[in-house]
Each structure stands twice: as C-alpha cells, then as structure tokens.
C-alpha cells in the first residue's frame, strides 16, 4: 500500500480554494498509486486562523464536501480540521477512496493555552483496517506521548497517520521524535505537517513517513511537498526493537 504525505500552506480560512487545492493534491497522489492522502492539521478552516468557532464544521457536513472529492480522484484522505459538534474538536476524518468514512478522531493531547481554551479534548484511540494494515489517527502533539505509540502499538497498531502543525522553533519532533517512537515501538508514521507562515506562527515543515526501523522514507524540506512511500509489511524482525518485551518495570 502507497501513502501520501501533502506538506501545504494554510489555507487561512479560504475554503474554497482550499478544497480545490486538496481535490489537486488527490488526484496527484491517485496517479501515483497512492491508497490515502494525510492533509496537516485543521487543514479545515486552517491550523492559526482566528475565527476557527465561525468556520468549523459538523462532521456530516465535512464528510459530504470531501466524500465528492475522494470518489472523483479516487483516493482516500485523512483530513484535519475543527469539528463543531456542541464544543469545539480538533478532529481528523478518514474517508477511503469511494468517500466511505474508515474512521474518525478527536485530538486527546491538547497543545498549549490556544488549543485548550479554543477546543474539548478527545478521549478515545481510533483504530481500523486500511487495505489490511491495522492504522490508527493521532494528531500532531499526541504522537509526541510514548504511553500512547505504546498502547496503540500493544493493541496491534502498526501504522499511524497524523496531520499535525508543527511550528518553529520545535525541529526536534520531524528530525529525532517521530522517527525515534517509530523505531520504539515497530510501527510506521505518516506525519504530514504545513509550511510557511499563518499569523504569527512559522511552521517548520519536515513531513516523513518514518518506517518501524526509525528511518525515514520520504521526508519533506521546507516547501510544499507530496511525498509518497510504500508502507512495509514485511519486516526483519533482527532489526525492530525488542523494547516492548524488554521492559523491567521498577
């Protein structure tokens, strides 16, 4: 199975060009073989726009924009964006390519004063069947949180797509973390994030599909970027961590 990682500019709440942007990316990917598309973080109205309250969506109503978009490319997407649903959710939406909804997640790990005066938490891992890989969602900063590749891992996990928003000046997450909780746990990430500027954040780019030995197989600059990897299934288990079984707990 090939994944796609689309390293973007903010659409900054313009959600018309926005979608047109995304339906271009689908049908990049498509014709290179790609099975899913991972978008960054609330690439629906934008990670740092203002007015996210006014802009967000009902999960049916995103699902009925992107479902279109997906069937015509022929291609699936996990898509970022900011849930309404009573209270604010930083949520991803997994649509496969016929527009069929696989899964759907609300961020746990709230980063920073913005995001948890902004948005309610989500309480809850999302696992399903991506063309036999069993995959999982997290959102940028939950990815950074050992107990969590851990558990996912331990319930059979073995790869996880993540929109994210990482700005400067955290490098260390694209360059050392994702990699290294990759190669922890035996598992590969699709970490697809933004580039440039919106409002007073910088993001730092660095997109990667780590695979279950910690080393990259694609992995993005600081421009715009679709970058596409074939996800492996077959491993050498002399080279994936034996952590897990390891542990001594004191």
Sequence with gaps: MRVAIWQTRSPAGDITPAL???AAALTKAAAQGATMLVTPE??????????????????????TQVATLCRTARCGVTLGYAERDGDLYNSALTLDATGRELAHYRKIQLYGPREKALYRPGDAYTIFDLNG?????????????????????????????????????????????????????????????YCGTE?????????????????????AGQDPALLIATIPQTLDPARLSTQAQDYRKI
């Design 133 to 193: 890989i069993r995959t999982a969602l997290l959102i940028c900063y939950d990815v950074e949180f050992a107990p969590h590749i851990a558990a996912l891992a331990a319930l059979g996990v073995r790869l996880i797509l993540c929109p994210t928003a990482n700005m400067a000046p955290f490098t260390h997450v694209t360059r050392f973390t994702v990699p290294a909780m990759a190669a922890n746990h035996g598992l590969t990430i699709a970490y697809a994030n």
């Design 20 to 22: 047109v942007a995304l």
């Design 42 to 63: 609330v690439f629906l109205p934008g990670y740092n726009h203002p007015d996210i309250p006014a802009l967000a969506q009902s999960r049916a109503a995103c699902t």
């Design 199 to 219: 409002g007073d954040l910088t993001y730092v780019g660095g997109s990667l599909i780590a695979d279950p030995y910690g080393e990259p197989l694609v992995q």
